[in-house]
Structures are given as C-alpha cells and as structure tokens.
C-alpha cells in the first residue's frame, strides 16, 4: 500500500429513519450494499487469498515465472484512494429515488485505522410514494388505440409503490405487444411515463404516453411486402451479396441463388413471413431458429427495409 493511502476493506450501509420498519430497513440495506464502488477485494473464508497471491508475487521485474504467475493469479489491492464517496452516494441517493422513496438523503464518510479504510454511507429514506391514480394518455389514432388495448394487463397498480424498475417493464411489455401487431419500428424509448409527486400523502399519479417527437414510422403497423433469400450470402465478400441479380420466384419468395445449391421447396417450409401479412416478432422469431435449427448455415441474418412500392 503506497504512502499515504490505505487498504480498502469495503463498505457499510446504515438505515436512518424514524418512519420505516425493520423489516423494510433491512429490505433496503440488501438492496443497496452492492451498489457503491469499486469493490474490496474478493474474500474467501473470510481471507483474500488473491490479495496474498499478489502480494506474494513481488517484483515481476526480475522475470520470474513463478512471480509472475503469482501475479497473473491474484489481485492487486483496492486503495482507499480510488473510492469517491460523493459519487457513490449520489448512486445510492439515485437508486431509492427510483425506487419511490423521492424524500430520501444519503451521506458517507471514509474511516482509516492501521493502514486500512472503510467506508460508511447512512441513508434516509423516509416513506416510499405509492401510485394513486394510471392513465394511459392515447389518441384515437390506431397506434393510440393499440396502446390503450394493452391496459387490461397492464404492470402499474394502484396502492403499489413507485418502481422505476417495474416502469421500464411496463415499456417493454407494451412494445411486445405492439411487435405482435405490426409496429416494426416501434421501441420502449418511444413512450414517457411522467409522474406527478405534487398530490400529497405520498402518492403519485402516474400518465403513460407516446412521445411528442417520434417519427412518422413508429406510429404505423407495417405488413410484409417482399421476400428474398440469400443462401450463400457472404460476410467476406468482395461485392454486397444482397444483390438481386440471378433471383427466381418460388412460391411467393424470391431465391437469389444462381448456382441452385439448395431446392426452393426447402424455404416455403421454413418462412413464416408471407407477402401481405402483417409484421409480428413471434413469426420473425421463430423464422430465425428454423433455419439456424437446419444446420447447414453457419449463421441467419435479417434485415428489414421500407418497401418503396409503398
């Protein structure tokens, strides 16, 4: 350990709330000892058996195979220096605001005895909002209406705390729906779930909505138009392989396969995309590992353009 430095041993977490229970202190303090960093080194039985490897490995500079490999094995010390405690404590602060506790605090401090620092980080939570209200805020267009169908499943409950986390999957729960649906372009990113804390009693109404600013694209359902296969597509080719020179039509795909190693009748079996039919991700899906489970291709790739018929 270098002068004026110190042996980095961990962190602790300190509930410091008047309002919470035990049970929900210690809920939160499992929940966050893993969040600051960086981490001590690793321990086993209680002894940092990589820490004396690494030690024991010395000077690497006299080329000794052993030293090296002692070395190679074990860890260099994790000094206290490298730890910001003001950043870890905006993380800690961060993450119970995400997790509905929006009055919480955090502080942290460092402390050194015998070469060797550990750091503290009391939080305060206080009481953790819950929702009271959910509006799925749509318009009547077919891409509001799709989103409003998907309420009757929808993540978000009234009486349940407020969780960043479970917001998220609300996201992606719509999209999977709306995948199944057509909405090719459509992503969680294209919907905003904004809270409104200013309610009182520690409740939250929630309004989940389309953003302003999307494109065109993402607000419409898109059918297949259509199909070509490439089977001897190549990553190292001199000239894109995506060409449609020496292409054929067989039974509603197009084949560009000029030397006729395969026979058309296989792809009928395996696509699941038809022209005309509406985009879902399940038929996407499942296309993909039929021709990978065929296993004469060494890798399946897919891409999707806007048709410029229409």
């Given at each position: 350990?270098p002068?004026g430095?110190?042996?980095y041993?961990g962190?602790?977490?300190k509930?410091?709330?008047?309002v919470?229970?035990?049970?929900e202190k210690?809920?939160?303090?499992s929940?966050?000892?893993?969040l600051?960093?960086p981490m001590a080194?690793?321990?086993?039985?209680?002894?940092?058996?990589?820490?004396?490897f690494?030690?024991?490995?010395?000077?690497?500079?006299?080329?000794?195979?052993?030293?090296?490999f002692?070395?190679?094995l074990?860890q260099?010390?994790?000094?206290?220096?490298?730890?910001?405690v003001?950043y870890n404590?905006?993380?800690?602060?961060?993450?119970?605001?995400?997790?509905g506790?929006?009055q919480?605090?955090a502080?942290?401090?460092?402390i050194?005895?015998?070469?060797?620092?550990?750091a503290?980080?009391t939080?305060?939570?206080?009481l953790v909002?819950?929702?009271k209200?959910?509006?799925f805020?749509t318009d009547?267009?077919a891409?509001?209406?799709a989103?409003?169908?998907?309420?009757?499943?929808t993540?978000?409950?009234?009486?349940?705390?407020?969780?960043?986390?479970?917001i998220?999957?609300?996201?992606?729960r719509?999209?999977?729906?709306l995948?199944e649906?057509g909405y090719?372009?459509f992503?969680?990113?294209?919907?905003?779930?904004?809270?409104?804390t200013t309610?009182?009693d520690?409740?939250?109404?929630?309004?989940?909505?389309?953003?302003?600013?999307?494109?065109?694209?993402?607000k419409?359902?898109?059918?297949?138009d259509?199909?070509?296969?490439?089977?001897?597509?190549?990553?190292n080719?001199k000239?894109?392989?995506?060409?449609?020179n020496?292409?054929y039509?067989?039974?509603?795909y197009y084949?560009v396969?000029?030397?006729h190693?395969?026979?058309?009748?296989?792809f009928p079996?395996i696509?699941?995309?038809d022209?005309g039919?509406?985009?879902?991700?399940?038929?996407?899906?499942?296309?993909?590992s039929?021709?990978i489970?065929?296993?004469?291709?060494k890798?399946?790739?897919?891409?999707f353009e806007l048709?410029?018929?229409?």
């Amino acid at each position: 350990v270098p002068k004026g430095d110190a042996l980095y041993t961990g962190a602790s977490i300190k509930i410091k709330d008047s309002v919470l229970s035990g049970k929900e202190k210690k809920k939160i303090a499992s929940q966050t000892e893993g969040l600051p960093r960086p981490m001590a080194n690793s321990k086993f039985l209680g002894i940092p058996f990589k820490l004396l490897f690494y030690n024991l490995g010395g000077d690497t500079s006299k080329h000794n195979f052993i030293r090296k490999f002692l070395r190679k094995l074990g860890q260099p010390p994790v000094l206290l220096s490298s730890v910001d405690v003001d950043y870890n404590v905006k993380v800690l602060q961060n993450y119970l605001e995400n997790m509905g506790y929006f009055q919480a605090e955090a502080s942290g401090d460092t402390i050194i005895k015998r070469k060797k620092g550990h750091a503290y980080y009391t939080l305060e939570p206080g009481l953790v909002y819950t929702i009271k209200e959910v509006k799925f805020e749509t318009d009547s267009s077919a891409l509001g209406e799709a989103i409003a169908n998907t309420r009757p499943h929808t993540f978000l409950h009234p009486g349940d705390p407020f969780n960043l986390e479970v917001i998220k999957g609300e996201r992606e729960r719509i999209d999977a729906i709306l995948k199944e649906e057509g909405y090719y372009y459509f992503s969680p990113d294209a919907l905003i779930t904004e809270a409104d804390t200013t309610i009182g009693d520690h409740k939250v109404n929630m309004y989940l909505k389309v953003k302003s600013d999307v494109s065109a694209e993402v607000k419409k359902p898109y059918a297949i138009d259509d199909v070509y296969i490439y089977p001897n597509y190549r990553l190292n080719a001199k000239k894109a392989d995506t060409t449609s020179n020496g292409k054929y039509l067989y039974d509603g795909y197009y084949v560009v396969d000029p030397q006729h190693k395969f026979r058309p009748k296989l792809f009928p079996q395996i696509m699941r995309f038809d022209s005309g039919d509406v985009y879902n991700r399940t038929d996407h899906n499942l296309t993909l590992s039929r021709l990978i489970n065929l296993g004469v291709f060494k890798f399946v790739k897919n891409r999707f353009e806007l048709s410029p018929n229409s």
